[in-house]
């Protein structure tokens, strides 16, 4: 009973004036500045509005109850524009919280009209951080989909010559890419019919113990599956590195440069060089 | 009675084609016919295809390792073929290198690889 009255006076207190909705709209904007044009805030503001005084108006002060889905929709709705276009977390959760400064009780305010300001307020409060929250899933969800979009760009395999493919590494190596690598190239094995696999590592920034590991596995299972690994452009400064990490590469070829990997799996396999390319 | 994995021969060849799940004990029996049938039959070389594998686990890469030496022993070079990326991603996650066994891409390419082998120990084609 207590309750369906605290919303009837939110309600009242809400329509009590038409400039709510206006007055919400202009503080909104002037946090935001000019990024967003005031035609799109007045479109969303005001169906948060229409959703909110609906809501309430079924009664009820409880946000995650059924008659505040629509509400709730908006709400994710206008966080995910939000962080698609670069607001911050603050910039977001303003659009919400303004709704509160806006019906700030004056002197001439009852005590009744205090006590549903303080439930408003209460209200209000929750959706904001509904909104922060739907804000920071978007941007998770746009951060993993980067994460895995960088993960297809990097690794490519491209074929050299006929049997032979070669692996250009940029970037930092970790467990993740390096299977995502190891797998990529053996599949290109396998469907190339490639004897010969040259992994390039001049964009890789630096190698230590781990790095070393993962990229011995990779060449391991290449050899498992029947086809040769060759190692490339190695820079001075790692192969110091790894020599005084005491890595050791063994049995595995390793060149300076790309150019000398192809020739040195061009001559193994027996493909005639033009003339001029041996040295 | 459990499946059996037939031995093939081709030539100087015997061709052992893996189509189904390994057992332990299917393997076991692959071991045996295997080392009479090259006893038998005098092979030079051994082409274990393993294209329709796609779970290994340690017992099988060492059955691996293990026939190639049986046969080794026995005068026949042994050839991996067919290997899937998945399965040698799973051998080297077991460390399982398996040194000492030759392997190829594919059948072609393991037949191949034992004629040379084959004409360089002879001298002759």
């Not at chain 2, 393993?50 to 691996?64: C, K, N, P, Y």
Request: proline fraction near 2%; aromatic fraction near 4%; charge should be negative.
């Amino acid at each position: 009973m207590a309750v369906e009255r605290a919303s009837e006076r939110l309600v009242e207190l809400l329509t009590r004036d038409d400039a709510v909705q206006e007055q919400w709209v202009t503080a909104v904007a002037a946090s935001l500045g000019s990024r967003i044009s005031r035609a799109e805030l007045e479109r969303e503001l005001s169906e948060l509005y229409q959703a909110l005084l609906q809501a309430l108006g079924k009664g009820g002060l409880d946000w995650q109850d059924e008659a505040y889905s629509e509400v709730r929709a908006l709400l994710v709705e206008l966080s995910r524009t939000r962080a698609r276009h670069g607001f911050t977390p603050t910039e977001t959760a303003v659009s919400v919280f303004a709704g509160k400064d806006v019906l700030e009780p004056t002197e001439g305010s009852t005590a009744e009209d205090i006590t549903a300001y303080l439930q408003l307020a209460r209200l209000f409060d929750a959706l904001g951080l509904f909104t922060i929250e739907a804000y920071a899933r978007t941007r998770e969800e746009i951060i993993s989909a980067q994460a895995e979009q960088l993960l297809e760009l990097s690794t490519p395999v491209v074929k050299l010559w006929e049997g032979v493919v070669a692996v250009p590494l940029v970037g930092t190596l970790d467990s993740a890419r390096t299977q995502v690598v190891m797998e990529k190239l053996l599949q290109s094995l396998v469907d190339s019919e490639s004897e010969h696999a040259i992994i390039d590592i001049t964009g890789v920034p630096a190698v230590d113990t781990e790095v070393a590991q993962h990229l011995l596995k990779t060449v391991v299972a290449a050899r498992l599956m029947g086809a040769e690994c060759t190692i490339s452009g190695i820079r001075p400064q790692i192969a110091q590195t790894l020599v005084a990490l005491g890595v050791q590469f063994g049995d595995i070829v390793t060149k300076a440069t790309l150019q000398d990997a192809l020739r040195h799996v061009l001559q193994q396999s027996g493909t005639a060089l033009p003339s001029g390319g041996t040295r | 009675m459990s499946d059996r994995v037939p031995v093939l021969k081709l030539g100087q060849v015997l061709l052992v084609s893996i189509q189904v799940d390994l057992e332990d004990q299917i393997v076991l029996d692959l071991q045996d016919d295997l080392a009479e049938r090259i006893v038998a039959t005098g092979a030079t070389g051994v082409v274990i295809d393993i294209t329709a594998l796609e779970i290994v686990d340690s017992f099988v890469g060492r059955m691996l390792a293990n026939t190639a030496a049986i046969s080794r022993m026995l005068d026949a070079e042994t050839v991996v073929v067919g290997m899937r990326p998945a399965v040698a991603i799973t051998l080297v996650e077991l460390g399982l290198s398996l040194g000492g066994v030759r392997t190829a891409l594919t059948l072609e390419k393991g037949l191949a690889l034992l004629e040379r082998d084959r004409t360089a120990r002879t001298g002759r084609p």
